[in-house]
DNA sequence: TAGATTGTTAATCGATTAACAATC
DNA sequence: TAGATTGTTAATCGATTAACAATC
């Protein structure tokens, strides 16, 4: 059960973050264990739920006790891999690559996005923080300079696929998609898409008066 | 089956979005009718599913020639409630938040952000397109006056949680949330989550060298 | 008519939850 | 020891897919 053959299902993998968040504010309150029971309190989540996803990655609870805090963090860690360095190749330097690429600096410890990258004449040469906007025509040569690994794409849906494109031939395989369009890709690339207006749309739905 | 009794199940509601995205680009290009199979092709998705979802609205499709795209395109509009004005209040005037409100601006045809609060005395009276930041402590005067109908929450994690209970206490029932944290609701909300952190974070699952 | 495609039932698949023996 | 809680199996629930009669 514990072996890399084993596919865990995306629904796991994204709870993992949840649990992670939640580990780290018991952390820093020096709570020292955790039952599933005080987890699913915490999250709305079924304990049920929360004992058979860890479990799909070894045992490491105590029965009759819970989960230790410091190994739990220690372990999703490990497996989210934000045990190392993750650099990340930010394209699009408009409002909403601005406002990621600051928010990342402060929330995402070992996730960074290491270089933001624009076609625009205007934009490219801009100082976004620390950074330096990049022309988008040399993606390949910096994400293999600097050996990024992650992709976000910031840029309207009109040259969303282009972009796409570029990362996955400049060797990035995980890419994070903000722009409303329905991404090809290849069968290696994990890619997960986040909308504000699929969002609100369907939220939309449950308004009143229908 | 067409009546409000029956719930539609959430699954069903965040596809319709895509579908209405790719009915428009369709109605664009001038197409009358699509069928399944060529939706399905289009979005990666089983056309089978693609029936029994349109068909748990009531029966439109035509046996033999598929749907009239002007029809599907009004019909998912109505369910939507897109066919009306719908009015958002914007909480967090920062950069997250001036991104969100240049963006629905061009991208969201009825749904607009109608107003931007903040706490911060320093961002109050600012200018973010045609909008002024106005004082959070003006929330429920403001979403009252103005119809409000749903909530961005885009302030830190830290005061989401208080950002939210004004929202449902200015009467607003259907919120999507930017900041990462799990927010308390009650019962009649509609909450979406979307957290840049934690969808990172579940993409570097996937990378490699595990 | 012949071909295409819907709407819907039945089958399958996957995810969540309940239950409980094992054991700290 | 008695009480608590895990890990895991079995049961349930829900969502997706296959299949096909109805029919345009």
Redesign the interface.
């Known amino acids: 059960m514990r072996n ?1 053959i084993t596919s865990i299902s995306p629904s796991i ?2 709870r ?3 649990y ?3 580990v780290q504010e018991l952390k820093e309150q020096s709570i020292l264990t955790v039952s599933s029971q005080e987890m699913g309190d ?3 989540l079924n304990p049920a739920q929360i004992r058979k996803d860890l479990a799909s990655f070894g045992e490491f609870g105590r029965k009759g006790v819970g989960y230790d805090i410091s190994y739990l963090d220690w372990k999703l860690r490990q ?4 045990d190392r360095h ?1 650099g ?1 190749a930010l394209i699009g330097a ?3 690559g ?3 690429s ?3 600096r402060f ?2 410890e070992r ?1 960074t996005i290491a270089a933001v990258f624009d076609r625009d004449p205007q934009k490219i040469g801009m100082q976004i923080g620390t950074l330096t906007v990049a022309d988008f025509n040399d993606l390949t040569v910096i994400c293999q300079k600097q050996d990024l ?2 992709g ?1 794409i910031a840029v309207p849906a009109s040259s969303a696929q282009e972009v796409c494109d570029a990362l996955v031939s400049a060797g990035i ?4 998609n903000f722009a ?1 369009v ?1 991404l090809r890709i290849g069968p290696n690339v ?1 890619l ?1 898409n ?1 909308d ?15």
Do not use: F, S
């Open positions: 890399k993998i994204r993992l973050p949840i992670l968040r939640l915490h999250l709305d497996l989210l891999n934000l993750i990340v408009g409002h909403l601005i406002a990621l600051n928010y990342a929330q995402l996730i690994q992650m976000i395989r995980t890419i994070l409303p329905n994990h997960r986040t504000v207006t699929t969002e609100l749309q369907a939220l939309a739905y449950y308004l009143d008066q229908k």
